[in-house]
């Protein structure tokens, strides 16, 4: 192969390459935080800190709860009393974690498994908050307050996204797995080009300030789906609100998979000058070596 088409073919390798990482890293993030459910409830674990988040969420459960008892007249005023503080104070509880982390698990069922078993219709047309969990934590306590069985509901949920969204997560959930098919394509597609190349330092030059153009263009797209607020989420007052936090949530975490591609992008474009540096050095003495072979 002559040397200007090697020079051609590696680099269009390399080009098709970080168009191919370019999509492989966030589908791979997509299925790792999103798609799978340990990896959305370590996401969104954070976002049951946020106090206003809270608040909103500990009323809207404790609502649900109130409109679904109805507590005898001796222990009804006991009770009003008991719910008004939960409201406000249900974020302090020590249980309070796990009924969130619970609420996470069972609204990823809902949203990316369909729980088919749920009975409510609601979940397969739409995304929505299963807050159950922490009803049942308010019915729990206030059976321990009032000695009465409190009814709970088997789920209590907010609607975050309508049917359209519903359709975006669906091919979410279908695709981000496959994110290993462009992944390797680019490994594959890199590695034709370090085979073409006859200068590497060059090659890993170019790479590294390809990938640091990717990531730029990562770092931007992230910038503005922050900026974005919901994102089109939120079909109640407290889903808008639990959207905008997975939103900023899900852009903080992915800026560290971003930092982690900047890195790389400085290594190989270092790798690459260093390479081009000490090819320089090295063909003077070369030619010198061959002229003087060619006297004696």
Same mark, same amino acid.
């Given at each position: 192969?002559?040397?200007?088409?090697?020079?051609?073919?590696?680099?269009?390798? #390399?080009?098709?390459?970080?168009?191919?990482?370019?999509?492989?890293?966030?589908?791979?993030?997509?299925?790792?935080?999103?798609?799978?459910?340990?990896?959305? #409830?370590?996401?969104?674990?954070?976002?049951?800190?946020?106090?206003?988040?809270?608040?909103?969420?500990?009323?809207?459960?404790?609502?649900?709860?109130?409109?679904?008892?109805?507590?005898?007249?001796?222990?009804?005023?006991?009770?009003?009393?008991?719910?008004?503080?939960?409201?406000?104070?249900?974020?302090?509880?020590?249980?309070?974690?796990?009924?969130?982390?619970?609420?996470?698990?069972?609204?990823?069922?809902?949203?990316?498994?369909?729980?088919?078993?749920?009975?409510?219709?609601?979940?397969?047309?739409?995304?929505?908050?299963? #807050?159950?969990?922490?009803?049942?934590?308010?019915?729990?306590?206030?059976?321990?307050?009032?000695?009465?069985?409190?009814?709970?509901?088997?789920?209590?949920?907010?609607?975050?996204?309508?049917?359209?969204?519903?359709?975006?997560?669906?091919?979410?959930?279908?695709?981000?797995?496959?994110?290993?098919?462009?992944?390797?394509?680019?490994?594959?597609?890199?590695?034709?080009?370090?085979?073409?190349?006859?200068?590497?330092?060059?090659?890993?030059?170019?790479?590294?300030?390809?990938?640091?153009?990717?990531?730029?263009?990562?770092?931007?797209?992230?910038?503005?789906?922050?900026?974005?607020?919901?994102?089109?989420?939120?079909?109640?007052?407290?889903?808008?609100?639990?959207?905008?936090?997975?939103?900023?949530?899900?852009?903080?975490?992915?800026?560290?998979?971003?930092?982690?591609?900047?890195?790389?992008?400085?290594?190989?474009?270092?790798?690459?000058?260093?390479?081009?540096?000490?090819?320089?050095?090295?063909?003077?003495?070369?030619?010198?070596?061959?002229?003087?072979?060619?006297?004696?």
């Amino acid at each position: 192969m002559r040397n200007p088409l090697r020079t051609f073919v590696s680099a269009i390798a #390399v080009i098709f390459a970080l168009l191919l990482t370019a999509i492989a890293v966030p589908m791979a993030w997509t299925d790792a935080n999103i798609v799978r459910e340990d990896g959305f #409830v370590a996401l969104t674990s954070s976002i049951g800190k946020d106090q206003a988040f809270q608040a909103r969420l500990a009323a809207t459960a404790v609502a649900s709860l109130e409109s679904k008892i109805n507590l005898p007249a001796p222990v009804e005023q006991l009770g009003a009393s008991f719910l008004k503080d939960a409201a406000t104070a249900m974020s302090t509880w020590p249980e309070y974690p796990q009924a969130w982390n619970e609420t996470l698990r069972r609204s990823h069922q809902l949203n990316f498994a369909g729980d088919a078993g749920s009975g409510n219709s609601t979940s397969g047309t739409s995304l929505v908050l299963d #807050v159950g969990p922490l009803a049942k934590l308010a019915a729990d306590r206030l059976h321990t307050a009032t000695g009465l069985p409190i009814p709970t509901p088997d789920s209590t949920l907010i609607n975050i996204g309508g049917p359209a969204q519903r359709q975006q997560v669906d091919a979410i959930s279908a695709y981000a797995p496959m994110w290993w098919i462009p992944a390797l394509g680019a490994m594959l597609l890199f590695a034709l080009g370090l085979l073409a190349a006859k200068r590497k330092g060059p090659l890993l030059l170019f790479t590294g300030l390809g990938l640091a153009a990717v990531a730029a263009v990562w770092q931007a797209a992230t910038t503005v789906l922050k900026g974005a607020g919901d994102a089109g989420l939120g079909g109640t007052a407290t889903g808008g609100l639990f959207a905008r936090e997975l939103v900023a949530a899900s852009v903080d975490n992915f800026n560290g998979w971003i930092t982690v591609a900047w890195i790389a992008a400085g290594v190989l474009a270092v790798l690459g000058l260093l390479g081009v540096i000490f090819s320089r050095r090295t063909r003077p003495s070369g030619r010198a070596n061959a002229a003087g072979s060619m006297e004696g």
